[in-house]
């Protein structure tokens, strides 16, 4: 009985743990549109994420680190990474030109 129960604790922490991971990082796609050193973010019109049900849009998000503002340029194709933030939500971990 409490082996089984051990084996029910262990599945349920591995699906929790997968999901958390899937709901937690994530990579897109995009034209960077504008740099906003304002608000340090950086306006990218991306196709869509299905690992966050987010359809293609154009949307300003938030950079993990202010470096990635000096890295992106306007009109730069890039793929980049995304983790969430518990306050901002999702921001930009990493960008890389996409040649
Ligand atoms: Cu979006």
Redesign the pocket.
């Known amino acids: 009985m409490k082996k089984a129960l051990n084996a029910f604790i262990a599945a349920f922490a591995m699906l929790a743990a997968f999901s958390l991971h899937a709901a937690d990082v994530a990579n897109g796609k995009g034209t960077v549109n504008k740099i906003n050193n304002d608000t340090g973010s950086l306006n990218i019109s991306?196709e869509a994420i299905p690992a966050l049900k987010?359809p293609a849009?154009t949307?300003d998000i938030k950079v993990a680190d202010r470096k990635i503002l000096s890295e992106a340029k306007p009109g730069q194709v890039i793929s980049f990474g995304l983790t969430k933030d518990p306050k901002v939500g999702y921001v930009i971990s990493h960008i890389e030109a996409v040649k």
């Open positions: 991306h987010w849009m949307m």
